[in-house]
């Protein structure tokens, strides 16, 4: 089991950044793939930015790509969602998300949340114009 927390959401105008963070306990998130998705009001969850426990690979959604970086610190089982020149359309609900890893599975990166072991409560960024 792992428990997932995100923090670092909040209001910010467009153009500006915020970081976000996703810190696990329970288990170490070595062990995990991780993602990030959103949900804004009236839509349905989407994906936003995956990496791979060993963080050799990485995939972006289209609409943040350039703009969006995903990190991750074993050593402190935190990820991170570095968000730049955030738009009004990134408002939405973030989320952290964990998948079981085997240490082989070095590359693995998950973009589909049904795939996805463990969830948590997400944070709200909210961007205005």
């Known amino acids: 089991q792992v428990q997932l927390v995100e923090s670092g959401g909040g209001l910010v105008q467009a153009g500006g950044s915020l970081r976000l963070s996703c810190a696990a306990s329970?288990?170490?998130?070595?062990?995990?793939?991780m993602g990030w998705f959103r949900q804004a009001p009236g839509k349905e969850r989407e994906f936003v930015a995956a990496?791979?426990?060993?963080?050799?690979?990485?995939r972006y959604a289209d609409s943040v790509k350039g703009r969006f970086t995903i990190s991750r610190d074993n050593a402190k089982n935190t990820v991170y969602l570095q968000m730049n020149s955030l738009k009004p359309e990134d408002t939405a609900v973030y989320s952290c998300?964990?998948?079981?890893?085997?240490?082989?599975?070095?590359?693995?990166?998950?973009?589909?949340?049904?795939?996805?072991?463990?969830w948590g409560q997400g944070t709200q960024v909210t961007v205005s114009s």
């Open positions: 990496i791979s426990w060993s963080s050799s690979s990485i």
């Open positions: 329970g288990r170490t998130v070595r062990s995990y793939a």
């Open positions: 998300a964990a998948k079981v890893s085997l240490p082989l599975q070095v590359s693995v990166v998950v973009t589909e949340e049904y795939e996805y072991d463990y």
